[in-house]
């Protein structure tokens, strides 16, 4: 069970807008702690896709963006693309005593 | 080009002992906290310890705590994951990766390095 909760799949036809959450708690998300987001393709290395909540690092698409409000954040997908089909990671932090970094357990997103 | 290498990977048995190294290059390694992460088979990504750039303060999984050990030496420029009493459960790609120095985030990871720990 990870700390913070995605929905396992997700999906969307080109051009589509898509969203995934994460969903944390008051002791992570909920602490003002910054969510970041990464994108996973099979064999690659994860990617940061946004950072510091809704920070674009350069080269990422304004397609990408990113959302925080209370205890959940959001990663949003516009204009679908096949080449977004992946697996796309929330990460924050946790003030739980015997826990520092914390991953939600991953959203699979399939570009019909 | 930030780039991070990582090597040492590879079959072992069930109670041994690995050390893998992950080799930057790009950017000033001693300025930096590192982490590595793993990614067991059809799991998602678990942090598993982080180390800052002079190494003064390190931070370890519960599920690896007293087993790995990170350090890191900056002469070399390399950044080291010694992992003892190795478990099936530890089977995974393991990855390192860079923290920047204003956020908490992860912003760029290695390709990885496939650990199998087999009974």
């Known amino acids: 069970q990870s700390v913070l909760t995605q929905p396992p799949s997700v999906s969307g036809a080109p051009g589509e807008r898509v969203t995934i959450s994460c969903t944390g708690s008051?002791?992570?998300?909920?602490?003002?702690?910054?969510v970041h987001w990464y994108q996973h393709l099979p064999g690659a290395a994860p990617k940061l896709l946004i950072y510091?909540?809704?920070q674009r690092p350069s080269g990422v698409p304004d397609r990408f963006s990113a959302s925080k409000s209370g205890t959940s954040a959001s990663l949003a997908i516009t204009g679908l693309q096949p080449e977004d089909e992946a697996h796309y990671y929330c990460q924050s932090h946790d003030k739980t005593l015997s826990v520092t970094v914390v991953f939600g357990g991953g959203t699979r997103l399939t570009v019909l | 080009e930030v780039q991070l290498v990582e090597s040492g990977g590879g079959l072992v048995e069930t109670g041994g002992s690995l050390r893998l190294s992950c080799s930057p290059s790009g950017f000033n390694f001693t300025t930096y906290t590192m982490i590595w992460a793993r990614q067991a088979p059809g799991k998602g990504l678990e942090w598993v310890s982080s180390i800052s750039g002079r190494g003064s303060y390190i931070f370890y999984a519960d599920s690896v705590k007293g087993r790995f050990t990170i350090s890191r030496d900056n002469a070399r420029k390399s950044l080291y994951l010694q992992m003892n009493s190795l478990r099936a459960e530890d089977t995974a790609m393991y990855y390192c990766?860079?923290?920047?120095?204003?956020?908490?985030?992860?912003?760029?990871w290695g390709q990885g390095t496939l650990v199998t720990v087999s009974s």
């Open positions: 008051s002791s992570n998300i909920g602490a003002n702690y910054r």
């Open positions: 510091d909540d809704f």
């Open positions: 990766a860079r923290v920047p120095p204003t956020s908490t985030c992860f912003d760029f």
